[in-house]
């Protein structure tokens, strides 16, 4: 194929394994880019600037096509070891540099997204970027995307049509207004969102944060850019994730990517890959730095947080095996040695004494009694769990390939309370998942009451391509029956949590203050031990350190609030003193 050909044909880069997930180190040459030399520009005139925009696009029509990186994936590690040469020369460090482009992110569905966008701010603001919270004024919009379900992928849809109009009037006299889709849709579709929307510039798979750089490179030439590949080491350990508020009391930390439990509804094994876990040494120092900015709560991100496996240190691989709650099983090759979820859990709840430790989302799997002991013994580790059950029937429990039956699961939620008592409780429910039955459906309204959960997310089944129901399974409930399964479990959800909140009627319950309440300026907001929302009276009150002292709460103040209500979903209370976590002890 000549050159001529070549440009011709290059519409997009889309660099894809054909083969699965690969390593970082497994990358072809030309996407392992090294510096190929610093360019320094004298002056900006329009003119200037478009020629070297020309003299950059015919250096990267001359580059790889599509074909090239499917070949150069495929071929034999040993191969590609000894052909790393000097990289193609399309791209310089100057154009790998921000220019002060300002930068707008949205972000969309989980937590793990919230710190993924974090981490995406943390590689472009070393790279020059600048972070705006005005759309109008951005030079780049990225989208951090949900595919869990078919509804989160609609409202990307519906938003870059919104989007659309405002790059179509973008003044000429402004440099183009780039957009892209990061994460969990970009990666199940791929070139399908190049090709259905022409606007979009770039994708970048969960895996790609790091080539962001690159990626806006080559759309700044107007051609469309993509890296979806899935790794099966990025953890990106080495990547200090840059918080979003400046008056934030909590922050995400990502200890693991990717989850190898292969449910059957699941689509995050397809968008995530495989399960890898960072090691403890960079979570240790980025909670760390988190508690000597002044946060008072970090969460353990993880799709599968307590499988965590630190195999990463050759001392750590002893043959001690994953010990599983009672009970259950897996559906993929237990794993051998590494440090575990217990032995990380001990160390960051050990970092700060006055920093709440939580974790999600877990597996009821992997609650082995070393854990719930740990939780039950630490002061700072939340004594709330998430505790996803999907259904309150055996059968479609095998059909979604969870690992345990109802009775393993009520099982664990009994020797949970007796481990950890006065514990909160959590979890996730579909409705209407294929073959349900309505007898499979009253199990689950069953469970929620037998259960009493303090908090609940509650779904109607969402079909998605690439999984085992897709492909093995009927999605034969019909839509209205799901919706109406769907109203009634939330309703009794509500019913019973509800109940469960009362209990706390009555009691004093140390609340770490989040800010002013959204429904009232009168009112502070914060969250207690078991993650509900507590709300009370913006009033002066004593300080237990400094006797005398009247004081207003703060954010990322501890205080100590008596419960007079309780709802579903919130707590109310009126506040008596601030404190400390640890001298909350004496009150609670």
């Known amino acids: 194929?000549?050159?001529?050909?070549?440009?011709?044909?290059?519409?997009?880069?889309?660099?894809?394994?054909?083969?699965?997930?690969?390593?970082?180190s497994d990358l072809p040459a030309e996407l392992r880019l090294r510096d190929p030399g610093h360019c320094c520009c004298c002056g900006s005139p329009e003119r200037q600037e478009d020629g070297a925009r020309k003299d950059f696009s015919s250096r990267l029509a001359a580059g790889p096509t599509f074909q090239h990186f499917l070949k150069s994936a495929s071929a034999p590690q040993e191969k590609l070891s000894s052909e790393v040469e000097d990289p193609p020369p399309y791209l310089t460090m100057d154009e790998l540099l921000g220019r002060q482009r300002k930068v707008y992110l949205e972000t969309y569905g989980c937590q793990m997204n919230v710190n993924d966008t974090e981490i995406a701010w943390s590689i472009l603001q070393k790279s020059g970027y600048l972070r705006t919270s005005n759309l109008q004024e951005a030079d780049v919009i990225l989208l951090v995307t949900c595919s869990v379900r078919e509804k989160a992928e609609q409202t990307i849809w519906n938003r870059l049509h919104q989007l659309k109009a405002l790059k179509t009037r973008r003044p000429r006299s402004r440099v183009?207004?780039?957009?892209?889709?990061?994460?969990?849709?970009?990666?199940?579709?791929?070139?399908?969102?190049?090709?259905?929307?022409?606007?979009?510039?770039?994708?970048?798979?969960?895996?790609?944060?790091?080539?962001?750089?690159?990626?806006?490179?080559?759309?700044?030439?107007?051609?469309?850019?993509?890296?979806?590949?899935?790794?099966?080491?990025?953890?990106?350990a080495d990547v200090m994730p840059v918080q979003t508020s400046a008056s934030a009391t909590s922050a995400f930390v990502s200890i693991m990517r990717g989850c190898d439990n292969m449910c059957s509804y699941c689509i995050v094994p397809f968008t995530r890959g495989r399960e890898r876990s960072r090691p403890i040494a960079s979570i240790l120092e980025e909670v760390k730095k988190l508690s000597e900015q002044g946060l008072k709560e970090v969460t353990l991100l993880g799709q599968n947080v307590n499988s965590f496996w630190d195999n990463s240190e050759v001392q750590f691989n002893n043959a001690v095996p994953t010990n599983l709650s009672r009970g259950f099983t897996t559906n993929y090759k237990t794993k051998?040695?590494?440090?575990?979820?217990?032995?990380?859990?001990?160390?960051?709840?050990?970092?700060?004494?006055?920093?709440?430790?939580?974790?999600?989302?877990?597996h009821p799997k992997d609650f082995p009694d070393e854990v719930l002991q740990l939780i039950h013994e630490r002061d700072n580790i939340c004594k709330q769990i998430h505790l996803p059950a999907q259904s309150g029937s055996s059968r479609v429990l095998e059909a979604m390939r969870r690992g345990y039956s109802r009775e393993a699961y009520v099982e664990l939620v009994h020797h949970i309370r007796e481990s950890i008592p006065g514990v909160s409780l959590s979890s996730d429910f579909i409705a209407g998942f294929c073959g349900e039955t309505e007898e499979d459906h009253v199990q689950t309204v069953s469970l929620l009451r037998e259960v009493q959960y303090n908090m609940g997310f509650l779904f109607a089944y969402s079909m998605r391509q690439k999984t085992r129901a897709y492909h093995r399974l009927k999605d034969d409930v019909p839509e209205e029956v799901k919706l109406r399964r769907l109203e009634e479990l939330i309703t009794i959800f509500r019913e019973e949590a509800t109940k469960a909140n009362q209990t706390s009627v009555g009691c004093t319950q140390l609340v770490l203050v989040e800010g002013l309440s959204k429904r009232s300026a009168t009112d502070l907001c914060g969250r207690n031990d078991g993650n509900l929302k507590v709300i009370f009276p913006d009033a002066e009150m004593e300080d237990v350190n400094n006797p005398g002292l009247r004081v207003r709460a703060q954010p990322g103040d501890y205080v100590l609030v008596k419960i007079t209500s309780a709802s579903s979903q919130t707590l109310r209370g009126h506040v008596l003193c601030r404190t400390t976590l640890r001298d909350s002890s004496a009150y609670c």
Do not use: W
């Open 1 to 24: 194929m000549t050159r001529p050909e070549v440009a011709a044909e290059r519409k997009s880069l889309v660099y894809e394994r054909s083969g699965g997930p690969v390593r970082g």
């Open 176 to 236: 183009p207004l780039r957009i892209g889709i990061l994460g969990c849709m970009a990666e199940r579709l791929k070139e399908e969102i190049l090709n259905r929307e022409k606007m979009v510039d770039i994708l970048a798979g969960p895996d790609a944060y790091r080539d962001l750089p690159r990626l806006l490179a080559v759309a700044e030439s107007g051609q469309q850019a993509a890296n979806v590949l899935l790794s099966l080491d990025e953890t990106y």
């Open 336 to 362: 051998q040695g590494g440090l575990r979820f217990a032995h990380l859990l001990d160390q960051v709840s050990r970092v700060d004494p006055e920093m709440r430790i939580r974790f999600t989302s877990p």
